[in-house]
């Protein structure tokens, strides 16, 4: 039994030797496979990131969002600007006051026959419905022809450049001075104001942009000064003051030290004596005829009334 027991000792000492050992090493080896597999799992997350930054480019293209923005492609051909709003929609009045002034006939000329260019502030139906009713019916065919051409600048403004304009800024219509047909167009960031002197407003979106021409919508009527609120003519009664001064002059300058004057009124009062002395020679003269006609009724009597005492004295 002791024999057993010895024997058995050692081989029990070897086995939990043994075991110990293993559960000790087996933690280590596992951990390199598990942090090995790591990296490929990066690898392709990191190659994923650059696709994401390639797409973020597009937003570069902001810069030209003006372009995309437009309601009308660029025409091909010939430009015609009635064609052009009658795409865009709700232009129709404008439309119609361009062709009855004949407007569009010459801007059709000189966008396809010259290397002119035009900016047209296009005012919406709308617009044009916000006006009092007779509003645009009161006008004269000349009012009305400058009323559309006060919406046409003569050159191509784009977007960007409006900031780099002077004021007041011309147009069609002709004189910019005050009263006349001033505008004054400024900018405050993307956005750009439209000031007449009596309409304020904002541009809005773009209708239709090439090299060449350039429409942009507009939510008022540009209302001119000299059309809507003319300045007072001034009365023609400084004339005669004028020719009576001139008369005067004249007579001073006749008459030198004052003797023009007097010989004018000493002509006046010869004048006066002259009609005075023709009055009383009437007067004579009428009554010189009543004795004249009296006496010759007392002529006949005397002959009667000798000639009856002669018959009877015989």
């Known amino acids: 039994m002791t024999k057993y027991t010895v024997f058995s ?12 050992n293993t559960l000790a090493q087996p933690t280590a080896p596992p951990v390199p496979p598990t942090v090995a597999p790591v990296p490929p799992t990066n690898a392709p997350a990191k190659s994923a990131t650059p696709p994401a ?31 052009i709003l009658a795409k865009a929609r709700g232009y129709t009045v404008f439309i119609r006051l361009l062709k009855s002034t004949g407007l569009a006939a010459q801007l059709y000329g000189q966008l396809n026959n010259s290397n002119n260019g035009f900016t047209i502030f296009a005012p919406t139906d709308t617009a044009f419905s916000n006006l009092k009713p007779g509003t645009i019916n009161s006008l004269s065919d000349l009012q009305k022809t400058q009323l559309i051409q006060f919406h046409i600048l003569n050159s191509v403004i784009g977007l960007s450049n409006f900031q780099t304009l002077s004021n007041p800024v ?39 942009l090439d090299n060449q021409l350039a429409i942009y919508r507009v939510d008022s009527v540009l209302l001119p000064l000299d059309i809507f609120s003319p300045k007072p003519k001034k009365a023609a009664a400084p004339k005669p003051a004028f020719s009576s ?3 005067t002059s004249s007579t001073t300058a006749d008459s030198p030290s004052g003797e023009g004057a007097a010989a004018a009124s000493a002509a006046a009062s010869a004048a006066g004596a002259a009609a005075s002395a023709a009055a009383d020679a009437a007067k004579i003269f009428s009554s010189d005829a009543v004795s004249l ?20 004295g015989t």
């Open 9 to 20: 000792l050692p081989i029990l000492f070897v086995f939990l030797f043994h075991g110990i």
């Open 53 to 83: 930054s390639s797409p973020a480019k597009p937003p570069t293209q902001s810069a030209k969002a003006p372009a995309q923005s437009v309601q009308v492609p660029v025409q091909k051909g010939s430009i015609d600007v009635t064609k």
């Open 170 to 208: 011309p147009t069609e219509a002709g004189d910019t001075s005050a009263g006349e047909f001033p505008l004054t167009v400024t900018t405050a960031g993307n956005q750009v104001n439209i000031s007449t002197g009596l309409v304020n407003t904002t541009m809005g979106g773009t209708i239709y």
């Open 245 to 247: 001064e001139s008369n």
């Open 293 to 312: 006609s009296r006496n010759g009724m007392l002529l006949p009597v005397g002959i009667v009334v000798v000639a009856f005492c002669m018959a009877k």
